[in-house]
């Protein structure tokens, strides 16, 4: 029982605390509110950035040719012998008509090419297969294993005509490039803002106790435990995170709604008004656990210092 009453007291004198010092709460409410917006800014475009890459990837592939009298079986030995790579995701199969109708399709509005395609008397374009990789930089390995069926002369070899990686090879480099970096550099920029986010909100609160310094100090005069004095301002931290959390989820919405349409002409296919709806338990998760979690640790380390007196 006592154990009850000490909790419900020690919640009680945060929130009147939270209250008392309403000018500092508002402070560091509004510090913590910059400080999850950042968070929550994080998480937004870092699932904008992935869904513009993987839009990007699903563009990038090695097409592998066969030549006019490529037989079906020959074909299906390659198609075997890719799928059996570990670094293939997918092997789609363009049959020899598809190829001959993607390629009318392209030149629709040249018509001397259609035109030329017309006078012949057979379709001069073989069947060939579009191999996607797991990873961008594993495309090179499945060009070179294609070189090595080529090389060795078999009967698969034999009917491959050409492997479409080389051309393609700057711009696989360069999308490789931009994930490896895009990767690192977001891995900094949230460590970075992380520790900055803390400092702030730590000196913020750190304010907030000091108001309370001389009623720290009665407590630790007539012994109350360490525990004691320290969990009211850590119920005041979570509740400055809790407020903080709940302002930013607030204004995500218009903000979003309001960028939803430019974010999709920009990015594609993201949307940033339907990331907020779909993704908002998690992004609930995210921001009100970061403010939680922020508020209570700064309050732990601010008040340390007038428990060492």
Same mark, same amino acid.
């Given at each position: 029982?006592?154990?009850?009453?000490?909790?419900?007291?020690?919640?009680?004198? +945060? %929130?009147?605390? #939270?209250?008392?010092?309403? %000018?500092? /709460?508002?402070?560091?409410?509004?510090?913590?509110?910059?400080?999850? #917006?950042?968070? =929550?800014?994080?998480?937004?475009? +870092? =699932?904008? $950035?992935?869904?513009?890459?993987?839009?990007?990837?699903?563009?990038?592939?090695? /097409?592998?040719?066969?030549?006019?009298?490529?037989?079906?079986?020959?074909?299906?030995?390659?198609?075997? @012998?890719?799928?059996?790579?570990?670094?293939?995701?997918?092997?789609?199969?363009?049959?020899?008509?598809?190829?001959?109708?993607?390629?009318?399709?392209?030149?629709?509005?040249?018509?001397?090419?259609?035109? @030329?395609?017309?006078?012949?008397?057979?379709?001069?374009?073989? =069947?060939?297969?579009?191999?996607?990789?797991?990873?961008? /930089?594993?495309?090179?390995?499945?060009?070179?294993?294609?070189?090595?069926?080529?090389?060795?002369?078999?009967?698969?070899?034999?009917?491959?005509?050409?492997?479409?990686?080389?051309?393609?090879?700057? =711009?696989?480099?360069?999308?490789?490039?931009?994930?490896?970096?895009?990767?690192?550099?977001?891995?900094?920029?949230?460590?970075?803002?992380?520790? @900055?986010?803390?400092?702030?909100? &730590?000196?913020?609160?750190?304010?907030?106790?000091?108001?309370?310094?001389?009623?720290?100090?009665?407590?630790?005069?007539?012994?109350?435990?360490?525990?004691?004095?320290? +969990?009211? #301002?850590?119920?005041?931290?979570?509740?400055?995170?809790?407020?903080?959390?709940?302002?930013?989820?607030?204004?995500?919405?218009?903000?979003?709604?309001? $960028?939803?349409?430019?974010?999709?002409? &920009? &990015? +594609?296919? #993201?949307?940033?008004?339907?990331?907020?709806?779909?993704?908002?338990?998690?992004? %609930?998760?995210?921001?009100?656990?970061?403010?939680?979690?922020?508020?209570?640790?700064? /309050? %732990?380390?601010?008040?340390?210092?007038?428990?060492?007196?």
């Amino acid at each position: 029982m006592s154990l009850w009453i000490n909790t419900k007291r020690v919640a009680r004198y +945060g %929130f009147i605390g #939270f209250i008392r010092n309403g %000018f500092v /709460s508002l402070s560091a409410v509004l510090i913590m509110s910059i400080t999850l #917006f950042v968070v =929550a800014g994080l998480m937004i475009s +870092g =699932a904008a $950035l992935d869904s513009t890459l993987k839009q990007l990837k699903d563009k990038v592939d090695v /097409s592998v040719y066969f030549t006019t009298k490529a037989t079906d079986s020959q074909i299906a030995d390659v198609r075997k @012998a890719l799928e059996n790579l570990p670094e293939v995701a997918s092997v789609a199969y363009v049959s020899r008509e598809e190829a001959l109708a993607q390629f009318r399709e392209r030149h629709k509005n040249d018509q001397l090419t259609l035109q @030329a395609l017309d006078e012949l008397s057979d379709n001069p374009l073989g =069947a060939s297969l579009e191999v996607r990789a797991k990873e961008t /930089s594993q495309y090179e390995a499945i060009a070179k294993f294609l070189e090595v069926q080529q090389g060795e002369g078999g009967a698969a070899g034999t009917a491959i005509d050409k492997v479409n990686f080389y051309q393609n090879k700057t =711009a696989i480099d360069r999308l490789t490039s931009i994930i490896e970096t895009s990767s690192r550099l977001g891995s900094v920029i949230t460590l970075v803002l992380g520790l @900055a986010s803390l400092l702030i909100s &730590f000196n913020t609160i750190r304010l907030a106790i000091y108001t309370s310094r001389n009623e720290i100090g009665v407590m630790n005069i007539v012994g109350a435990s360490r525990w004691y004095v320290r +969990g009211p #301002f850590m119920v005041t931290g979570v509740l400055y995170g809790v407020l903080s959390g709940l302002i930013v989820l607030i204004l995500l919405y218009p903000i979003t709604f309001w $960028l939803g349409p430019a974010s999709e002409r &920009f &990015f +594609g296919t #993201f949307n940033v008004f339907s990331y907020y709806t779909d993704a908002f338990p998690r992004l %609930f998760i995210t921001v009100i656990g970061s403010g939680i979690a922020l508020g209570a640790l700064s /309050s %732990f380390l601010a008040v340390r210092r007038y428990l060492e007196k």
